[in-house]
């Protein structure tokens, strides 16, 4: 939901969340407002076309920083060595942003962009630095988590992001997991 700008000499932050989400991005522009030029803007729902089609973009707000050459690095990170670096902060972020959370129990993660060494890692991090073992789908671009699991998911995500969130009302108290 978030990347840093590919242009060489404009790095830039900018993170977009639907409007189901807008306490979450709204807490993490409170975190980035020192570095943004502006608040959060809201986008319009619009279509966009990819080769022959038209596709319906749906709405959502978005927040960017100034240009701040301190992102390069970090833009020039492989996924390894940012995988390297998870924190239960990153990890909270992660799930929020790209995983769901079915039957208000089981915590099913997306991690397709991923290639299969960094999935290979992802899992080894999962399991030697937070104790959470993942399972392996059929279709390989998802990896699920048991009960006792995804409650250390739920668990870790409401150590570190506010409960009062929107995406956290939706993803996990809405669903009994807390």
Same mark, same amino acid.
């Given at each position: 939901?978030?990347?840093? @700008?590919?242009?060489?000499?404009?790095?830039?932050?900018?993170?977009?969340? %639907?409007? $189901?989400?807008?306490?979450?991005?709204?807490?993490?522009? @409170?975190?980035?407002?020192? !570095?943004?030029?502006?608040?959060?803007?809201?986008?319009?729902?619009?279509?966009?076309? #990819?080769?022959?089609?038209?596709?319906?973009?749906?709405?959502?707000?978005?927040?960017?920083?100034?240009?701040?050459?301190?992102?390069?690095?970090?833009?020039?990170?492989? /996924?390894? *060595? !940012?995988?390297?670096?998870?924190?239960?902060?990153?990890?909270?972020?992660? #799930?929020?942003?790209?995983?769901?959370?079915?039957?208000? *129990?089981?915590?099913?993660?997306?991690? %397709?962009?991923?290639?299969?060494? *960094?999935?290979?890692?992802?899992? =080894?991090?999962? =399991?030697?630095?937070?104790?959470? *073992?993942?399972?392996?789908? /059929?279709? $390989?671009?998802?990896?699920?988590?048991?009960?006792?699991?995804?409650?250390?998911?739920?668990?870790?995500?409401?150590?570190?992001?506010?409960?009062?969130?929107?995406?956290?009302?939706?993803?996990?108290?809405?669903?009994?997991?807390?």
């Amino acid at each position: 939901d978030g990347h840093i @700008d590919k242009r060489e000499t404009q790095p830039i932050f900018i993170v977009s969340h %639907a409007e $189901n989400q807008k306490d979450y991005l709204f807490w993490k522009y @409170d975190i980035l407002k020192n !570095i943004c030029n502006k608040e959060p803007s809201y986008v319009a729902e619009n279509k966009s076309g #990819f080769g022959d089609k038209e596709y319906i973009c749906q709405p959502v707000y978005r927040i960017s920083t100034k240009i701040i050459d301190d992102l390069k690095p970090i833009r020039d990170m492989s /996924k390894l *060595e !940012i995988i390297n670096k998870l924190n239960e902060f990153g990890l909270a972020i992660h #799930f929020l942003d790209d995983a769901s959370c079915s039957k208000g *129990e089981y915590w099913d993660l997306c991690y %397709a962009a991923f290639t299969e060494e *960094e999935k290979g890692l992802y899992r =080894k991090i999962l =399991k030697d630095r937070f104790g959470i *073992e993942a399972r392996l789908r /059929k279709d $390989n671009r998802y990896i699920g988590f048991g009960k006792e699991d995804s409650k250390k998911i739920s668990d870790i995500i409401l150590r570190n992001i506010p409960n009062n969130l929107d995406i956290i009302k939706y993803k996990l108290l809405k669903k009994g997991v807390a």
